[in-house]
């Protein structure tokens, strides 16, 4: 590569031009879309916070339809679709008036017709199918609906809240010292560009706002916050590592091209799944 000089300054001028950051992300766009969807997130809550449930609704349904087209297109893999979209609509929407009662029994009813379901797909591919179906079945609606169950009490609103505030912190604390400061590889054969520095920034940026967050919004202690905060980022990223593995594995870069600047819905869920199980945990404990 240095015996090309000159397709090394082209590339310079294109840095120049505004050719996407070292991160191969329109990082203008993604602060855009970033901006719209956090609109979107507070106008439901602060509004009438159970429309945040109509949103969950809605990303998941999106992002099921993404990471379907993405499976079947890298691996061939035929999720059992009609059953996995409605069986994760019933997931977050019974959460509302009966909690986990509520999407525990819609992830079990939709594992049954899953099962059933892909009886006319006959016997190749049976367990492959099905075992992923019932996998993104738990992985996408079955977290997301304790996304949902955070808006139900009447503090719903700033659960919901410190929630999103958590993991945008720990996103962007992340982001700004690996940037920066990273050069050891956290898992550099799942995900090389994440860093220990940037995790470090992660856990600042994510305790701080915790112990602000939940102190002010919840008026709950500091340390409970600093608790909270830490436990989003881990969650946070173990997220990220979990699509990571998935797209290594699937041999994609995103799992879709809703969003300029992000990719597919989807891979803006990554480190919202599991957080949202974590912040409803932590919260009815603390709360």
């Not at 050891?184 to 856990?203: D, Q, V």
């Not at 969650?235 to 990571?244: P, R």
Request: charged residues 10%.
């Amino acid at each position: 590569m240095t015996a090309h000089g000159g397709a090394s300054s082209a590339a310079a001028t294109s840095d120049a031009a505004g050719a996407p950051p070292r991160a191969g992300r329109d990082l203008r766009a993604a602060i855009l879309v970033g901006l719209g969807l956090a609109a979107v997130i507070m106008t439901s809550l602060f509004t009438v916070r159970h429309l945040f449930i109509a949103v969950v609704a809605i990303a998941v349904l999106i992002s099921t339809v993404e990471l379907s087209r993405a499976m079947n297109r890298a691996a061939g893999i035929k999720l059992t679709l009609v059953p996995v979209l409605l069986g994760g609509q019933a997931m977050v929407w019974l959460s509302w008036p009966f909690g986990r009662d509520g999407a525990l029994a819609a992830f079990v009813m939709t594992v049954l017709f899953v099962l059933v379901w892909r009886f006319s797909g006959g016997v190749d591919g049976y367990v492959r199918d099905v075992t992923s179906s019932i996998f993104v079945a738990a992985y996408l609606p079955l977290f997301a609906a304790f996304a949902a169950m955070l808006v139900v009490p009447a503090d719903g609103a700033h659960r919901a809240l410190c929630f999103i505030l958590g993991v945008v912190a720990s996103d962007t604390g992340g982001y700004a010292a690996g940037a920066l400061l990273g050069k050891h590889p956290m898992a550099p054969s799942i995900s090389p560009k994440k860093s220990w520095e940037g995790f470090a920034g992660s856990l600042l940026a994510g305790t701080v706002i915790g112990a602000l967050s939940v102190s002010l919004l919840l008026e709950g202690h500091w340390w409970q916050g600093v608790i909270f905060g830490a436990a989003l980022v881990v969650s946070s990223t173990v997220g990220d590592l979990m699509e990571s593995l998935i797209k290594r594995d699937l041999g994609i870069k995103d799992m879709g091209n809703l969003l300029p600047g992000h990719g597919g819905l989807m891979d803006r869920m990554d480190s919202l799944l599991p957080s949202a199980v974590t912040a409803w945990l932590l919260l009815r404990w603390f709360v």
